[in-house]
């Protein structure tokens, strides 16, 4: 075999490779009688430096010897060894140069952005710091950094009538089944958010619990990538979609992974709990006080009256009127410009529970309930997981109210069914166990 028969040979087989990922190049040069074939992977590779160590060079140099003596001195420039080692090198951002009597490998990795945003809604104590980008093209160029993985398939898509918003879909083609995703039926004038791909994306229109994950987080995002999840980024916003999902990698933060076995799992029982506490406390408070007293023992009992002596109204107003004022404070905190809004918030809170308490609207206990409820609102990692268990738990308040300690239970066995109902793009949503990264799952995205 002589050497035009093997450097084609080679050709073919790094495009054979490459295929999965949908971003590469493949760029013909031609000066002074010979040419020369430049792959690479666009979302990784640095253009201007292959135009400054490669291109033009060859434009400008005549002589093949000359080049080829500016190839060996330059420290961008390295020997090819073989495929498997291109391969691997172009996942890391170099490109393949393959001229008519040699193959050399260029070191053009581009460097991150400066302007990637810090992770503000899902932080970690040692995990990455910094998440993802609002510029899509800076996105893509993280994950691939740390999901290096030939199998790693891109496909993407222009969504938005007026809007005209780019969105990239990412998965595995060895972990994951369905191999096209067909986003571009989707029907939409504007598309600004993931939150409204998700909903897009939603078979049923009106849900409560999230069947879509949305994450800021670089690390989690290529996690979920070899789990055989697919990720999908837009443009213009530095969340992404995780899909399918499962109920419990709701409560799962990346810090699970970095931190020990028992302080991770430690951890994952306390959210677990604040789930419980957030859900059922409000009901049980109105549930055995006004329904179920004989629970207590007789001297708490009797505290907890002496406390309500005061309150003019039934326990499930008091509470009612409560959770009303901590959603308030909550909405307010969100909504407030960044420099005043903790401060004004605290002070409000402390405020509005010392005066209630003061003028009889609420009981002392009611106090301490309502703060737990939201504390323990807040140890849910996944945001929209947290929306839905703020609204799940006035559902419980009602069943409490109308039926006792028998509504509660009711009612927790009903959303117990209801999780069980539920599928995640084909995925049980109860699942407990995931399946092992080598083993593939049934993905599908709903066309709308």
Known sequence: ????????????????????????????????????????????????????????????IGDSKAFLEALHSSPQITPYQDVADALQQMLSGSAVLLLEEAIYMVAAQKELDVGLNETT???????????????????LQVIRSRYQAASLHLDQYVIGRLSRTQVAVMY???????????????????????????????????????????TQRQDRAAFALSKGQIVILLDGT???????????????????????FWISR?????????????????ALYTALTSYNPEIFRVQFALTIAGSRAAVPYPSYLEVSFMLLMMELITESSIRLPKAIGPT????GGLILGQAAAAAGLV???????????????????????????????????IAGSMYGLIGIIGGLVLAIFVLTDIRSYGKPYLQLFSNTAAQKRDVQIPRK
Request: aromatic content about 6%; some cysteine.
């Open 238 to 260: 530095s969340f992404v979609l995780i899909a399918p999902c499962t109920f419990l990698e709701f409560f799962q933060s990346m810090d699970d992974l970095y931190l020990h």
């Open 172 to 214: 595995d083609t060895e972990l994951v089944d369905q191999q096209a995703l067909q986003l571009e039926e989707l029907k939409l004038d504007m598309l600004q958010a993931v939150g409204q791909l998700e909903n897009a994306l939603t078979k049923q229109k009106r849900v409560l619990i999230p069947r879509m994950l949305i």
């Open 1 to 60: 075999m002589d050497t035009r028969e093997y450097i084609k040979l080679v050709k073919d087989k790094l495009l054979a490779k490459l295929q999965p990922l949908n971003d590469y190049q493949v760029q013909q040069l031609s000066a002074h009688g010979r040419s020369a074939d430049l792959i690479y992977v666009s979302s990784i590779c640095d253009l201007q430096k292959l135009e400054t160590a490669i291109i033009q060079p060859f434009r400008q």
């Open 121 to 139: 809604v899902e932080t970690t104590l040692q995990g990455p710091q910094y998440g993802l980008s609002e510029n899509l093209a800076t996105s």
């Open 266 to 282: 430690s951890l994952l029982l306390l959210r677990y709990i604040g789930l419980l506490t957030s859900l059922t406390l409000p």
């Open 344 to 347: 004004a918030t605290t002070v």
């Open 363 to 397: 009981s002392n206990i009611m106090i301490i309930i309502v703060a737990a409820v939201a504390l323990a609102n807040f140890v849910i990692p996944i945001n929209s997981m947290s929306f839905a268990v703020r609204i799940i738990k006035y559902l419980l308040l």
